[in-house]
């Protein structure tokens, strides 16, 4: 949705330029301002999906049936850094398949536990907590 969104968005874009080019500007005013008002709004209804539809989610994923007979589980991980805050928040949801059974873990951290005096992410120091959050999940949907 979100790539349909942004495309839309171009294609505005792209027949502004492609009408200023073969009209150049006094004659292509009125379209030139639709299509930049119609960015702008296209623009703020992404800004309103992500925040409000999506809610943070930055991964999607699909855990296939071994068997290939039940639908894919389906786990989706979001996360939330307030402004000016230093605790990290993430949450895993888990989907399965079959029951359409939704079950979600969140946990908050330091975010100096994750990323050093650089700013990079210490993937070595996040791996191992997602494994754990992912493994938990999991051992739930096994004891039912």
Same mark, same amino acid.
């Given at each position: 949705?979100?790539?349909?969104?942004? $495309?839309? *968005?171009?294609?505005?874009?792209?027949?502004?330029?492609?009408?200023?080019?073969?009209?150049?500007?006094? /004659?292509?005013?009125?379209?030139?301002?639709?299509?930049?008002?119609?960015?702008?709004?296209?623009?703020?209804?992404?800004?309103?999906? $992500?925040? =409000?539809?999506?809610?943070?989610?930055?991964?999607? *994923?699909?855990?296939?049936?071994?068997?290939?007979?039940?639908?894919?589980?389906?786990?989706?991980? *979001?996360?939330?850094?307030?402004? =000016?805050? @230093?605790? =990290?928040?993430?949450?895993? $949801?888990?989907?399965?398949?079959?029951?359409?059974?939704?079950? $979600?873990? /969140?946990?908050?951290?330091?975010?100096?536990? =994750?990323? @050093? /005096?650089?700013?990079?992410?210490?993937?070595?120091?996040?791996?191992? /907590?997602?494994?754990?959050?992912?493994?938990?999940?999991?051992?739930? @949907?096994?004891?039912?």
């Amino acid at each position: 949705m979100r790539l349909l969104i942004c $495309t839309v *968005a171009v294609g505005f874009s792209l027949f502004a330029i492609i009408w200023d080019y073969l009209r150049p500007f006094p /004659e292509s005013r009125p379209v030139l301002i639709m299509c930049v008002l119609s960015y702008f709004v296209l623009m703020g209804v992404l800004t309103l999906y $992500t925040t =409000y539809i999506e809610k943070g989610i930055f991964l999607v *994923a699909l855990q296939k049936d071994e068997a290939g007979i039940d639908p894919d589980n389906k786990r989706e991980l *979001a996360s939330m850094l307030k402004k =000016y805050d @230093d605790m =990290y928040h993430l949450s895993m $949801t888990f989907i399965d398949g079959k029951t359409g059974i939704k079950r $979600t873990k /969140e946990f908050s951290k330091c975010v100096s536990n =994750y990323f @050093d /005096e650089k700013g990079t992410l210490c993937f070595d120091l996040y791996e191992p /907590e997602i494994r754990l959050f992912q493994n938990k999940i999991s051992a739930e @949907d096994k004891k039912d």
